[in-house]
């Protein structure tokens, strides 16, 4: 069983940066991918950013150029980088590690985008 904590979140004005952190723990290889979603209230969960154990990335059409996925293999430790950060990017931010045995989430962070 694997156990993901996320951290970094809070109220950031339009324009602002935020760095998110996810820790993974337990039963965890470090060959499989890691992501971030989020949930605008309202919303379904959506598709952020993710990224293999080699570096490569995927991203929302909505965050390119904006955030950044890194990944820090020897930390079992996934980070989102957001800059530029916008009204639309508010909500709850989940980490995800996806293995062959089914999807791992975090509990959440929450990012509120306000002046």
């Known amino acids: 069983q694997v156990q993901l904590a996320e951290s970094g979140g809070g109220l950031v004005q339009p324009g602002g940066s935020l760095r998110l952190s996810c820790t993974a723990s337990g039963s965890i290889f470090s060959i499989y991918p890691m992501g971030w979603y989020r949930q605008a209230p309202g919303k379904q969960r959506e598709l952020v950013a993710t990224?293999?154990?080699?570096?490569?990335?995927n991203y929302a059409d909505s965050v390119k150029g904006r955030l950044a996925i890194l990944r820090d293999n020897a930390r079992n430790t996934v980070y989102l980088q957001m800059n530029s950060l916008k009204a639309d990017d508010t909500g709850v931010y989940y980490c995800?590690?996806?293995?062959?045995?089914?999807?791992?989430w975090g509990q959440g962070t929450q990012v509120t985008v306000s002046s």
């Open positions: 995800n590690y996806q293995s062959p045995t089914g999807a791992s």
């Open positions: 990224i293999t154990f080699g570096g490569s990335t």
